[in-house]
C-alpha cells in the first residue's frame, strides 16, 4: 500500500487544522492506520492510531488526548487526523503509517509510510 499525506501548513496556537493521508490499493480497510510525528531533534513518536475495518478502536498519545481525533473512510481509503487547541510543541512533521494486525505503538511495528507533512504552531 502506498500512502500520501497532505494538509499541514501554518496555525497559531489554540487553533485547529486537519491532515489526511490517502492510500492506494483496494484493500486498504484491512489494514491498520496511525499517525506519528517527528520534530526537530527528537525521535518519531506515535500519535494516534485506529483499528482496521470500521476503526471502531482508536488510540492516542497521552499527549495529544482530548485534542486530536483519528478517523479513517474506506470509501475513500482515507486517514485524517483532526486537531484541535493546539501547541507550539505540536509543530512537527506528521507521518501516516499502515501496517496488518493490531495498532502498535512503535514506529517500527509500521510496514508502510506516506512522505510526511509538516505543522507548524506559533505560539
Known amino acids: 500500500v502506498q500512502l500520501q499525506a497532505s494538509g499541514g501548513g501554518l496555525v497559531q496556537a489554540g487553533g485547529s487544522l486537519s491532515v489526511s493521508c490517502a492510500a492506494s490499493?483496494?484493500?486498504?480497510?484491512?489494514?491498520?492506520a496511525g499517525w506519528f510525528r517527528q520534530a526537530p531533534g527528537k525521535d518519531r513518536e506515535f500519535v494516534a492510531g485506529?483499528?482496521?475495518?470500521?476503526?471502531?478502536?482508536?488510540y492516542y498519545a497521552d499527549s495529544v488526548k482530548g485534542r486530536f481525533t483519528i478517523s479513517r473512510d474506506n470509501g475513500k481509503n482515507t486517514v485524517y487526523l483532526q486537531m484541535n487547541s493546539l501547541k507550539a510543541e505540536d509543530t512537527a512533521v506528521y507521518y501516516c503509517?499502515?501496517?496488518?494486525?493490531?495498532?502498535?505503538?512503535?514506529?517500527?511495528?509500521?510496514?508502510?509510510w506516506g512522505q510526511g507533512t509538516l505543522v507548524t504552531v506559533s505560539s
Open positions: 485506529i483499528s482496521w475495518w470500521s476503526g471502531s478502536n482508536t
Open positions: 490499493g483496494r484493500t486498504f480497510s484491512s489494514y491498520v
Open positions: 503509517a499502515a501496517r496488518r494486525g493490531a495498532v502498535g505503538f512503535g514506529a517500527n511495528e509500521y510496514a508502510y
